[in-house]
């Protein structure tokens, strides 16, 4: 074979060499393109993990504020029932003692003040009280 022929034969090799390199830093600059890519969806899943985190601390607050409402709002209702029975004993009370006012009343009705007599300068005016209709 003569030197022109190996030259001849070498040309192609050295394209292919030459395609290869290109080929192969091609692909290393992909490979970083991906990795980068990577790199920030591994941190953008962690961002996102961080906020379902504090969105999960913030609901279990919410649901421990919204527990210490429901309580608050029963120990409300039992003093609003408490208070509701205190005013219908209140009621019940005061009707009692108009019934006995009144009663009380028409007693007094039956009696008639003897003022007829008049007291000295030295004694005290004491009336006298008789039934009246008794």
Known sequence: MSEQHLDLLALPSRSTIVRSLELTGEGQAISEEVSENLSEIVSSASK??????????????????????????????????????????????????????????????????????HASDDQTYAPTLRAVGM
């Open 48 to 117: 996102v993990t961080d906020i379902v985190t504090e969105i999960s601390q913030s609901a279990e607050q919410q649901a421990s504020a919204i527990e210490q409402v429901s309580l608050a709002m029963l120990d409300m209702d039992k003093i609003v029932q408490q208070n509701a029975a205190t005013s219908e004993q209140a009621s019940a009370a005061a009707d009692s003692l108009t019934v006995q006012a009144r009663a009380l009343t028409d007693l007094v009705k039956r009696f008639e003040l003897n003022e007829g007599s």
